[in-house]
Nanobody
Framework: QVQLVESGGGLVQPGGSLRLSCAPSGSIFMFNTMGWYRQAPGKERELVASINSGGSTNYADSVKGRFTISRDHAKNTVNLQMNGLKPVDTAVYYC?????????WGQGTQVTVSS
């Protein structure tokens, strides 16, 4: 069973930065795609950014130029550097990874952007 441990969320002022990290515990696989999703109150969960095993990335239009996703193959971790944060970025952020045809989700970490 794969458990994902997320860290780095918190409260930040508009224009500020946060870095989210996601690391697996338990059984360790080499994951195919690793990514971050978010869900704001009253809204559906949406893709923020993803990165595949070859390093190709995909971003939501709303975060392009502000967020950067990266992965460390040796540590099997995925990070999300978030700069220029806006109040609309406020949400619970979830890590998601895939191994073969199975997806695993983290518990989520709250990101609040407010003055």
């Amino acid at each position: 069973q794969v458990q994902l441990v997320e860290s780095g969320g918190g409260l930040v002022q508009p224009g500020g930065s946060l870095r989210l990290s996601c690391a697996p515990s338990g059984s360790i696989f080499m994951f195919n795609t690793m990514g971050w999703y978010r869900q704001a109150p009253g809204k559906e969960r949406e893709l923020v950014a993803s990165i595949n095993s070859g390093g190709s990335t995909n971003y939501a239009d709303s975060v392009k130029g502000r967020f950067t996703i990266s992965r460390d193959h040796a540590k099997n971790t995925v990070n999300l550097q978030m700069n220029g944060l806006k109040p609309v970025d406020t949400a619970v952020y979830y890590c998601r990874v895939t191994h073969v045809d199975t997806a695993y989700w983290g518990q989520g970490t709250q990101v609040t952007v407010s003055s």
